[in-house]
C-alpha cells in the first residue's frame, strides 16, 4: 500500500538480573555483500521499488511514522523527526543505510517485518555513493498487492457521528467499531464475512486495507466505508454489508452523502496521479457520475451543496472546486492555498464554502463572486478535516497540532476541544453541534459534548484496551 515502515524507538534494554530470564538476542545488522555493477543505480528502476515494497507502508500518504514521507523522491530528500536520511555520496555516513541495515537504533523496518536482503541494501548504498540521483523517468506503477496494515499501525482515520446521536462509528486500521454515544460502550465490530488475507486465510476485519473514510447517511440506515480500490454500504443496525462499490483506482479518503440521501460521493485517487472523483445512487449501487481530470493529484474532501445540486471537491494540486450535478459539468476553481487541501464544506446557505488545507490555515470562499473571502489561522499544524455545523454559521476543525476547534465563518474561535496527544486526522459533528468525535494517530477516538467542550468518552475497541489487573 502506500505507507514506510514504522521507526518506533525500541530504547536501550536492561541487563536481567534473574539468571532463569533469557537475554533477549541482540538485533543482527544485515550482511554486507560485494556489488558487482558496471551500470549506473536508478532510482526509479532500483530503489524505489525496495521503498515501495519494504518501507511504505507506514511513510507515506496520511501516515507518516516519525514524520519521514518516503512517497516521492523530493519529500524523502527532506527527511523526518531524525534528521536528513542521506548524504550524497557517503553511504556510510547515511542514516537511513545505518537504519536499515540495523547497525543503528531503533532498527528498520522494525521487529516482526521483512527486513531488507544484503542485496537490497548493497544497491541502496551504491545508488547514494553514486550521488543519490533524482530519478529519470516515472516509475510505471505496478499492480499492488494488498497485504493488510502492520499490527502496530492503527491510526483513525475515519469517525462518524449517527445523525440521531446514538451511535459513534470509528475506524482503527482496517477495522471499525461501533459504540454507543451516551455511554461509551462498544456494541459491534463490522465484518466483512468474505474477507481474506493473501494467504487465504479468514480476516477479522471490514477490509483488507486500512479504512481511510466513514459516513452516515442523512437518515442514519446507512453506513458508508472507504478503503483501497472499495467502498462498503453497511447497515446501520444489523451491522451486515448491503453492497460494495468497486472500480476504483486507489484508496478513498473521502466520503459525503447528498442530504437527501440518494447519492453517495467519493474522492480519492493515487498520488501524483489524476484525483477520482465519483458519485454513487445509493439504492442500486450504480456509479452516475464519473469526472474525469477534475484534479491533478488525490482529492481529500467532497461535499454537495445544500441543495444537491454542485459538488465541492479538493485536492492536493491545492485546488478547491465545484462540479455541476448530475452532468459533472466543471464550474468553479478556487485557489490560494499554498499546500494539499485537506477537506471542505458548504455553509448552509449556499453561498459560501471553507477548506481547510496542510498549509495550517482555513479559507472562506465566497461562490458566486468566486473570490476568497478570507484565512483564518490559529492552528499549528496541518488542519486535516473540515465541516459545518448543521445549518449554523460555524464549521469545526480538527488538525495535526493535537486540537478540535469551533470556529464561526468571521474567523472567530468559540470553542476548543483538548485531551489528544497525538496528530488528528478524523472529525464528526452531529447536526446540532451537540456531540463531536475525533481520532487519529493514537488510535483512540475522544467524544466531546459540542456545546461546552467537555470531554465524555475515550474509545477504543475492547481488545486494545489495557488487561485490567
Not at 460494495?244 to 474522492?267: C, E, M
Request: aromatic share 6%; with cysteine; glycine share 10%.
Amino acid at each position: 500500500m502506500r505507507f514506510l515502515l514504522s521507526l518506533s524507538l525500541l530504547g536501550l534494554i536492561p541487563a536481567l538480573t534473574n539468571a532463569q530470564e533469557k537475554k533477549p538476542k541482540p538485533v543482527q545488522p544485515i550482511a554486507v555483500v560485494e556489488l558487482k555493477r558496471a551500470e549506473p543505480v536508478l532510482y526509479d528502476k532500483d530503489i524505489e521499488p525496495i521503498l515501495v515494497n519494504k518501507c511504505a507502508v507506514c511513510h507515506s500518504d496520511n501516515i507518516k511514522e516519525g514524520k519521514f514521507d518516503l512517497g516521492s523522491y523530493e519529500a524523502m530528500l527532506k527527511g523526518g523527526k531524525r534528521g536528513v536520511p542521506l548524504v550524497s555520496g557517503k553511504s556510510a555516513d547515511s542514516l537511513i543505510v545505518k537504519l536499515a541495515g540495523k547497525t543503528l537504533k531503533p532498527a528498520m523496518p522494525p521487529k516482526g517485518e521483512e527486513p531488507l536482503t544484503p542485496e537490497e541494501l548493497a544497491l541502496l548504498k551504491l545508488w547514494i555513493d553514486q550521488g543519490a540521483k533524482a530519478p529519470t523517468t516515472r516509475r510505471e506503477r505496478p499492480k499492488v498487492i494488498v497485504t493488510g496494515p502492520p499490527a502496530n499501525v492503527h491510526p483513525v482515520l475515519g469517525v462518524a457521528v449517527r445523525p440521531d446521536k446514538v451511535q459513534v462509528a470509528a475506524s482503527r486500521g482496517n477495522r471499525i467499531h461501533i459504540y454507543e454515544a451516551a455511554s461509551g460502550k462498544h456494541l459491534r465490530e463490522l465484518l466483512d464475512p468474505q474477507l481474506t488475507a493473501p494467504d487465504k486465510k479468514p480476516l477479522k476485519a471490514a477490509h483488507l486495507s486500512i479504512v481511510e473514510s466513514l459516513a452516515y447517511s442523512p437518515d442514519g440506515k446507512i453506513l458508508a466505508s472507504g478503503a483501497f480500490q472499495e467502498v462498503v454500504l453497511w447497515d446501520a443496525e444489523k451491522g451486515t454489508i448491503v453492497r460494495r462499490l468497486p472500480g476504483f483506482v486507489d484508496r478513498v479518503v473521502a466520503l459525503a452523502f447528498s442530504h437527501d440521501g440518494k447519492l453517495l460521493a467519493t474522492g480519492g485517487g493515487a498520488p501524483t496521479g489524476d484525483g477520482e472523483i465519483k458519485i454513487f445512487e445509493v439504492a442500486s449501487g450504480k456509479m452516475v457520475v464519473d469526472i474525469k481530470n477534475g484534479h491533478s493529484d488525490t482529492v481529500f474532501g467532497v461535499s454537495f451543496s445544500p441543495d444537491d445540486k454542485k459538488l465541492a471537491t479538493c485536492a492536493a494540486d491545492k485546488f478547491v472546486k465545484t462540479f455541476e450535478v448530475p452532468s459533472g459539468k466543471f464550474l468553479k476553481a478556487f485557489e490560494g492555498h499554498t499546500h494539499h487541501v485537506l477537506g471542505v464544506d458548504w455553509k448552509a446557505d449556499g453561498k459560501m464554502l471553507a477548506s481547510a488545507g496542510a498549509d495550517n490555515v482555513v479559507k472562506i470562499w465566497d461562490f458566486d463572486k468566486g473570490e476568497q473571502v478570507r484565512t483564518i489561522n490559529g492552528h499549528g499544524k496541518q488542519v486535516t478535516r473540515l465541516l459545518f455545523v448543521g445549518k449554523t454559521d460555524q464549521f469545526a476543525t480538527c488538525s495535526g497540532d493535537q486540537t478540535v476547534r469551533f470556529w464561526n465563518i468571521n474567523g472567530g474561535n468559540t470553542r476548543n476541544f483538548s485531551g489528544s496527544s497525538d496528530f488528528l486526522y478524523a472529525l464528526s459533528v452531529s447536526p446540532d453541534g451537540a456531540l463531536v468525535a475525533a481520532g487519529g494517530q493514537e488510535g483512540i477516538v475522544r467524544v466531546y459534548n459540542g456545546t461546552n467542550g467537555q470531554l465524555l468518552k475515550s474509545l477504543t475497541p475492547t481488545d486494545a484496551q489495557p488487561a485490567k489487573k
